[in-house]
């Protein structure tokens, strides 16, 4: 089983910069792919982006690419979501999942509790 707790969420102005973090225990090695989602309100949860865990090889929806960036410090099993240039329709609760790779892509799961993010106009 693996825990995971995201931190780092608050309220950021437009434009401005926020960077998340997810903390991964337990049994972290029985998963390979780690990602980050957000729900809005009102709205499903949707994939933001995802990190190979042992290659580092990343993916991102697109309208978040060139402005948000994934990483993984793998001694601290610890995942990051790098905010910048962020806009009004980022707000949402942001939630990391673990998961595995299979045959029809990633399958995620382990899910954290989420963290609110909240940009200002």
């Known amino acids: 089983q693996v825990h995971v707790v995201e931190s780092g969420g608050g309220l950021v102005q437009a434009g401005g910069s926020l960077r998340l973090s997810c903390a991964a225990s337990g049994r972290t090695f029985s998963s390979n792919v780690m990602g980050w989602f957000r729900q809005a309100p009102g709205k499903e949860r949707e994939f933001v982006a995802r990190?190979?865990?042992?290659?580092?090889?990343?993916f991102y929806v697109d309208s978040v690419k060139g402005r948000f960036t994934i990483s993984r410090d793998n001694a601290k099993n610890t995942l990051y979501l790098q905010m910048n240039s962020v806009k009004p329709e980022d707000t949402a609760v942001y939630y990391c999942?673990?998961?595995?790779?299979?045959?029809?892509?990633?399958?995620?799961?382990?899910w954290g509790q989420g963290t609110q993010v909240t940009v200002s106009s």
């Open positions: 990190i190979s865990w042992n290659t580092g090889v990343t």
């Open positions: 999942a673990a998961g595995r790779y299979t045959s029809s892509g990633p399958t995620y799961d382990y």
